[in-house]
């Protein structure tokens, strides 16, 4: 078959295949621990679901404005106001299947052939594959352990040159849990503004701080109107499967992302707009619980990793993944991560999944039961030791 060339530029993310193959094992009767993809164990909140369902109920199931239907615009806008201190209006916002919707048309918007986007690495896959498949150049912007694997602003302004469009941050951070703090964030502004470059602030875990505070680029004076900000119900809400996210954006450029959203998913799901709704005016005490489980569940993580010889592991300060430095193993991270799974059982992903900068490290979610994230550090500490 013939693809088009630009097929070749598009990458995928490594954890559903690595999800794929452990089903596999299993449906060959092998035990997984899945530590692989990034969901929580949770089910959806019960009021959220009854909201879906009275939605229909209602009727809301046909087609709906491409930016979104109003009344959920206006409540998404002001929740934004709400957490990152400062103002949004519904023309504002656009909602999308998902928060990945908003990185396609960010991109397909504001970069040509060319153009040079800097992306965290390592980072989430879809940044690179989906800069690369519009034709630009992804440039990797390298976050370090002895940092606490944040983005430096030094070494960031050294990387702008006279084609750079957009910086893409990403904070709490996947693969590796860091997050940004007001000090970095004011310093990364400083360097978009005056080389007039656009940011993606992808903030989907934002409720995920254990330590410190959650920061918006967009609240600094001057970057609201070049920031484009990410947020989504897929991660606080244990609405994976819902297809739901949203950003805040400059209010001309949420027109054309919403055009691009008429020419590709007309509109999203009226229902679970509102079912969106009620995530955010509903009671919050079970995503607050899950919250806690994940910081337990994180230091738990931790504290075993750092127990196994030839691992060492920061403590993430947020999202629910840890990036333990697994450079003193002999093997490769790709190969350990290979070895976790077929003969430890233990689904996990390897660093360079992330990118270039991922070599020495392995990621794993901590967004399993207590038994389950203990079992797996036996596991690893067995093979290896073995």
Excluded at 201 to 206: A, I, K, L, T
């Amino acid at each position: 078959m013939k693809l088009a060339e630009r097929m070749s530029r598009l990458g995928t993310e490594t954890a559903f295949e690595v999800l794929a193959r452990a089903k596999a094992l299993e449906a060959q009767g092998r035990d997984i621990v899945h530590l692989e993809i990034g969901q929580p164990d949770y089910d959806t909140p019960q009021y959220i679901k009854d909201a879906a369902c009275q939605a229909l109920a209602d009727g809301h199931t046909g087609y709906g404005p491409s930016a979104g239907v109003m009344e959920a615009r206006e409540r998404f806008a002001s929740y934004l106001a709400e957490t990152r201190g400062m103002e949004v209006s519904a023309e504002e916002v656009v909602i999308t299947p998902g928060a990945k919707p908003i990185l396609f048309f960010g991109l397909l918007a504001l970069v040509d052939e060319g153009d040079e986007v800097i992306c965290p690495n390592p980072g989430f896959p879809i940044y690179e594959s989906v800069t690369e498949f519009v034709g630009a150049t992804a440039v990797p912007a390298p976050l370090r352990e002895e940092n606490q694997f944040r983005l430096d602003a030094e070494e960031l302004k050294g990387l702008v040159t006279d084609k750079t469009k957009m910086i893409i941050l990403n904070s709490p951070h996947n693969p590796t849990g860091s997050v940004l703090t007001r000090e970095d964030l004011e310093a990364i502004a400083e360097i978009a503004i005056a080389n007039d470059v656009w940011v993606l602030s992808d903030e989907p875990y934002s409720k995920m701080i254990y330590d410190g505070e959650h920061h918006s680029i967009a609240a600094i004076d001057g970057m609201k109107e070049r920031t484009i900000l990410l947020e989504g119900f897929s991660k606080t809400y244990a609405m994976t499967g819902w297809r739901l996210g949203y950003a805040a954006m400059p209010a001309e450029l949420a027109d054309q992302v919403a055009k691009l959203q008429t020419n590709s998913n007309s509109c999203t799901a009226t229902f679970i707009q509102h079912a969106g709704i009620a995530a955010l005016d509903g009671p919050q005490d079970e995503s607050e619980a899950m919250m806690d489980s994940f910081k337990m569940r994180r230091d738990i993580m931790v504290d075993g990793l750092n127990d196994i010889p030839g691992i060492s592991c920061l403590s993430p300060a947020g999202a629910f993944y840890v990036f333990p430095n697994v450079t003193e193993c002999e093997d490769p991270c790709d190969v350990l991560a290979k070895r976790c799974l077929d003969e430890a059982g233990v689904a996990v992903l390897s660093g360079t999944a992330f990118g270039a900068y991922g070599e020495g490290y392995l990621r794993l979610s901590s967004a399993n039961s207590v038994e389950n994230i203990n079992e797996a550090l036996k596991r690893i500490a067995d093979m290896l030791a073995g």
